[in-house]
């Protein structure tokens, strides 16, 4: 199974992302996650990358390609994956679809989680309480949620026109949520 999760900032993708993995027995991988440990144990890409995240711009393409080139090559990938906040450009998508092609694979399915606008901001500003994201401040989330409206949310139209997306209800439980997201996926890949 080879999948991606997208939504805006906030949607759940990260807490959704591992439920789900783990649902289909593959490895969830998310850039943000690889970068926020590389941050916080100051190797060379932490530092390149620091003030980037904390001001909720997006790291260069070339680098964030190389990275999810590097996790996918690792042996846990190879039956599948579950990737959280990639793509988030045009560019990284085709380097996505240039890496598929490349092994002989393909997408399955990609998950777009819908959560009403207005939730969107509230979560946010509660994960920063509960988690302490140095780009979860008022002012990094609205940039954030900008950026995301104008580079990524366009990659759903993308992925749509290939038959592939996956519309899912992201207003709900953790548990009420990750149901929706295996029935749909289930429904589109014919389990
Ligand atoms: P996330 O945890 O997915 O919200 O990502 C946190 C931050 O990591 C983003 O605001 C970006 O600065 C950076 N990042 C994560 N994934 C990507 C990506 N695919 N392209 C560029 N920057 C990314």
């Excluded at 807490?15 to 027995?25: D, F, L, S």
């Excluded at 409206?149 to 949520?177: F, H, I, M, Q």
């Amino acid at each position: 199974m080879r999948l991606l999760i997208m939504g805006a900032p906030g949607a759940g993708k990260g807490t959704q992302a591992v439920g789900i993995a783990t649902h289909y027995g593959v490895p969830a991988i998310s850039t943000g996650d690889m970068f926020r440990d590389n941050v916080k144990n100051g190797t060379p890409l932490g530092k390149q990358v620091d003030a980037i995240m904390k001001a909720g711009d997006f790291v260069p393409d070339e680098l964030t390609e190389q990275i999810v080139a590097d996790r996918l090559d690792q042996p846990d990938a190879q039956g599948g994956f579950l990737l959280d906040g990639f793509p988030r450009t045009m560019h990284q998508v085709d380097a996505l679809d240039d890496y598929l092609d490349k092994h002989g694979h393909s997408l399955d399915a990609v998950i777009s989680l819908d959560v009403d606008p207005e939730d969107l901001i509230a979560r946010l500003l509660k994960r920063a309480e509960l988690e302490g994201r140095a780009d979860d401040n008022e002012e990094t989330i609205r940039h954030r949620m900008e950026v995301y409206t104008s580079s990524t949310a366009p990659l759903l139209d993308a992925y749509k026109s290939r038959g592939l997306l996956v519309a899912v209800d992201g207003n709900g439980t953790v548990d009420e949520v990750g149901a929706r997201i295996a029935a749909a996926v289930d429904a589109k890949v014919g389990r």
